[in-house]
């Protein structure tokens, strides 16, 4: 056996893949998710401005990569299944970042026979602050400070271990987030068009977005 | 119990003369085709040549119910899901209208599923493959029901 054997054919045929890019960083305030914005089907860009950010809560978001399909009835069971469990909280209290990841976890793992869905979900809510958790490929559940998947992840393992600090600021951890996915986006051929942003910290929640010639040097 | 959302594949490991129907009381290995009216069973196109979404798309209803039930079991405790379940029951054991006279009338469980404002294919063709001229007869229905 010479090297390592990728299966590229893990897509079932004709599915719509989120070769991607996301990342999610654990700052002072709060949490801030990123993401590219490509969607392809083969070598054909199905859709250049997709947003692989996706709601499940007031303050908890999920980055999807993967099968589109797939990420996207997994993030729309788990948002069903937290409003249902938001509805029988006393008043003031939302769920925590922590219940969204764990019933992630838990659908990825019992479906992973027939699902190809990577996400990495996180939040800010008052008990815990941000977190972040990834659950990879198999179903998985992983707390860290911050994580990064898709297939352009690859290409910036080591310049985000040097480069990450923990409690940065606001714009420093926006930075942090730019430069990584304008890397990978750069070496890898299946992530590209805008870098998605969204901050999520006690005050609510954030959009940005970054054109090509924001982010490009 | 886990939250399937993909219906399982029910390819049968293992198939005998009445897998797929029910047993006749005079021969009891086999099944009753005077009753069914579709002549001797054939099972080789029952097993073969089916297509790979077939068992899928079949279980999907059931499947999305059930998980939709774990999930207030998990949220609300196991009265929740016990009840949706008998107030199902209880539509299906008192709602009878034979079969030759068009079935029973979905209002009741449409209301329960959360489908009376909804219409879809299984409206227009209801009752899938036991319908239309493949109606079970009264006798057999009643029998059925009835337990004898």
């Not at chain 1, 999610?24 to 801030?32: C, T």
């Not at chain 1, 297939?151 to 393992?157: A, D, H, K, P, Q």
């Not at chain 1, 430069?179 to 940005?208: F, N, P, Q």
Request: with cysteine; charged share 25%.
């Amino acid at each position: 056996m010479n090297g390592i054997s990728v299966d590229i054919n893990h897509l079932k045929k004709g599915e719509v893949n989120l070769g991607t890019s996301i990342m999610a960083v654990k700052f002072k305030d709060g949490v801030i998710l990123g993401a590219d914005s490509r969607t392809t089907t083969g070598s054909y860009i199905a859709n250049r401005v997709t947003d692989k950010l996706t709601q499940i809560h007031d303050t908890i978001y999920c980055c999807r990569s993967g099968s589109a399909a797939d990420t996207q009835a997994v993030a729309d069971m788990v948002k069903y299944y937290l409003q249902i469990y938001a509805s029988q909280l006393p008043f003031d209290e939302k769920p925590t970042t922590e219940v969204a990841a764990n019933v992630f976890q838990e659908i990825c793992y019992n479906n992973k026979d027939n699902l190809s869905a990577g996400i990495i979900c996180a939040g800010y809510d008052s008990k815990n602050k941000g977190s972040v958790y990834s659950i990879p490929i198999g179903g998985s559940i992983h707390k860290q400070d911050y994580a990064i998947a898709g297939s352009g992840s690859t290409f910036i393992y080591g310049w985000c271990n040097e480069n990450f600090k923990q409690e940065m600021e606001q714009d420093e951890c926006v930075a942090f987030i730019k430069t990584a996915l304008s890397e990978a986006i750069k070496w890898d051929g299946s992530s590209g068009g805008l870098i998605r942003m969204v901050i999520l910290t006690e005050k609510g929640v954030e959009r940005k977005v970054f054109y090509p010639e924001d982010y490009q040097k | 119990m886990s939250l399937r959302i993909v219906p399982e594949n029910n390819k049968t490991s293992s198939v005998n003369t009445t897998t797929f129907g029910q047993a006749a009381e005079h021969a009891p290995g086999l099944q009753d085709i005077l009753r069914t009216q579709e002549g001797p069973l054939n099972m080789a196109s029952k097993l073969n040549n089916r297509h790979p979404l077939e068992a899928r798309i079949a279980n999907w209803e059931q499947t999305q119910h059930d998980t939709r039930l774990e999930t207030y079991r998990r949220v609300f405790g196991a009265g929740e899901p016990i009840k949706r379940t008998m107030e199902l029951e209880i539509v299906d054991a008192t709602d009878f209208k034979p079969s030759v006279l068009g079935g029973p009338d979905s209002m009741h469980r449409d209301i329960l599923m959360n489908k009376d404002t909804t219409v879809d294919w299984e409206d227009v063709y209801k009752g899938g493959f036991e319908s239309g001229i493949n109606v079970k007869d009264f006798h057999t229905e009643m029998e059925r029901k009835v337990g004898i």
